[in-house]
């Protein structure tokens, strides 16, 4: 049978019925498609049940199903670039003491406060934001993907690299400059301060794995805005607020290090 042959040659299939003469291919199938209407045995079988027998219905579901993978993709490839800045950078900070004698005494660049603050409190919301990314253009018109293709794409571990590596290597130019000459405290202020508002800025460039960010519509995810906002005054209250400053043990920032 047909349904057999497109199996045999690796086709993802999908089977459509309603009757108990149909529950043996619905559960083979890849994906299972009842009609609301069908016998308890069909719909027991299958993977998904259209209670009003709209087959329009299975074309929205793969839809807002590519929609969700995408945006899965995109919070994947945010995360991992703001944690592997910080990796690269806490790393190159070793090297530079186990390698180098006039780095002997070089201090880490971070707390383990800070570091979970960037992680979780200021990059949360931006990371919450990315699941509810509008679709994007053509989305429909894309060939199928392999189910056996991995979550992180050739493409995305490239950007990952070319994320972390720049933000890394800069952010540590910065805390060389700044340790040669001031305070351990404000040295790692500027640190934190720097990485937290480079994600809040970069989380924007991974709003499409498809199209340059000047090719889209930067402000068309309201949700997006507020959560960068709300990251930011999130992160200034860190910078600002006596309780914060104390608990995070930060300096207050100046026009002179704000603009480094």
């Known amino acids: 049978m047909l349904f057999r042959s497109l199996k045999d040659q690796g086709e993802i ?3 459509t019925g309603d009757g108990v003469n149909d529950a043996p291919a619905l559960l083979k199938a890849d994906i299972g498609v009842a009609l609301g209407s069908g016998t308890d045995v069909a719909k027991g079988v299958a993977d998904i049940v259209l209670l009003d027998n709209n087959f329009s219905v299975i074309v929205k579901a793969i839809e807002e199903g590519r929609v969700i993978f995408d945006n899965i993709r995109k919070v994947v490839l945010y995360l991992l670039s703001g944690s592997f800045s910080e990796v690269i950078l806490i790393l190159s900070t070793l090297l530079l003491v186990v390698f180098f004698d006039r780095f002997t005494d070089l201090p880490l660049p971070l707390t383990a406060a800070q570091i979970l603050w960037i992680n979780i409190i200021t990059d949360g ?11 994007d253009k053509g989305v ?19 950007l990952i690299a070319l994320i972390s590596g720049i933000t890394g290597s800069m952010v540590l130019l910065v805390f060389l400059f700044f340790n ?6 404000m040295t790692r202020t500027v640190v934190f301060a720097s990485l937290a508002i480079n994600s809040l800025i970069y989380v924007f460039s991974v709003r499409s794995l498809k199209r340059s960010i000047f090719k889209g519509n930067l402000f068309n995810n309201h949700w997006l805005i507020a959560a960068v906002l709300g990251g930011l005054f999130i ?8 309780p914060l400053v104390k608990l995070l043990h930060l300096s207050y920032l100046g026009i002179f290090e704000w603009s480094i």
Request: aromatic share 10%; hydrophobic share 45%; no cysteine.
């Open 13 to 15: 299939v999908a089977m």
């Open 125 to 135: 919301l931006p990371a919450f934001a990315l699941t509810l990314e509008p679709k």
């Open 140 to 158: 429909m018109i894309e060939p199928p993907r392999d189910p056996d293709a991995p979550v992180l794409s050739g493409e995305m571990k490239f």
């Open 180 to 185: 040669s000459y001031t305070s351990l405290q």
């Open 235 to 242: 992160q200034l209250s860190a910078q600002y607020f006596p």
